[in-house]
């Protein structure tokens, strides 16, 4: 969005041209960190709540790790988000081990705890993404199901 108003205004003239790899390189670190704990516990357990997950949280459904790009990652700073979609670790490896340890581990921890807070005044996961959507002035991702026509008894087709 910012691209797009940045273009459309003519700013992207005006602003550095390394600007963008001035943030990532507050964001990213040269070398991997070691592994630490990064994601709180609160941080599944609410997620284990808001989705009616019944396993285990250390056998968390897959699928979270999209809920932790959306309403982490790309709130975090969608520059950083994209870059790190791009430039995933070798295998075994976590995004977070990417960011340096001073700034980008730092934000990173801190975002999760603003999204484990907004977790608990809401009811359903969707009520989540909506509000941190709000939040962060982000469009909550809209899911589209797409069902097939029913036909009724007379064999008209109907939803």
Request: net charge neutral.
């Given at each position: 969005?910012?691209a797009l108003v940045?273009?459309a205004?003519?700013?992207?003239?005006?602003?550095?041209?390394?600007?963008?790899?001035?943030?990532?390189?507050?964001?990213?670190?040269?070398?991997l960190r070691?592994?630490?704990?990064?994601?709180?516990d609160?941080?599944?357990e609410?997620?284990?709540?808001?989705t009616?997950?019944?396993g285990s949280?250390?056998?968390?459904?897959?699928?979270?790790g999209?809920?932790?790009t959306e309403l982490?990652?790309?709130?975090?700073?969608?520059?950083v988000?994209?870059?790190?979609k791009?430039?995933?670790p070798p295998?075994?490896?976590?995004w977070?081990q990417?960011l340096?340890?001073?700034?980008?581990a730092?934000?990173?921890?801190?975002?999760?705890?603003?999204?484990v807070g907004?977790?608990?005044?809401?009811?359903?996961?969707?009520?989540?993404?909506d509000r941190?959507a709000?939040?962060?002035?982000?469009?909550?991702v809209q899911l589209t199901?797409?069902?097939p026509k029913r036909k009724?008894?007379d064999?008209?087709?109907?939803n």
């Amino acid at each position: 969005m910012i691209a797009l108003v940045d273009e459309a205004t003519g700013y992207q003239y005006e602003r550095a041209e390394d600007a963008l790899q001035i943030k990532l390189r507050a964001f990213i670190a040269d070398e991997l960190r070691a592994w630490e704990k990064t994601f709180p516990d609160e941080l599944w357990e609410e997620f284990g709540r808001l989705t009616n997950w019944q396993g285990s949280l250390r056998h968390r459904p897959k699928w979270w790790g999209k809920l932790v790009t959306e309403l982490i990652y790309e709130t975090l700073d969608p520059d950083v988000a994209e870059w790190l979609k791009k430039n995933k670790p070798p295998p075994g490896l976590k995004w977070h081990q990417q960011l340096t340890e001073n700034y980008g581990a730092r934000k990173l921890v801190s975002r999760c705890y603003e999204i484990v807070g907004m977790s608990k005044i809401c009811n359903s996961i969707r009520e989540l993404r909506d509000r941190v959507a709000e939040h962060y002035g982000k469009e909550a991702v809209q899911l589209t199901f797409y069902l097939p026509k029913r036909k009724t008894p007379d064999g008209e087709a109907a939803n």
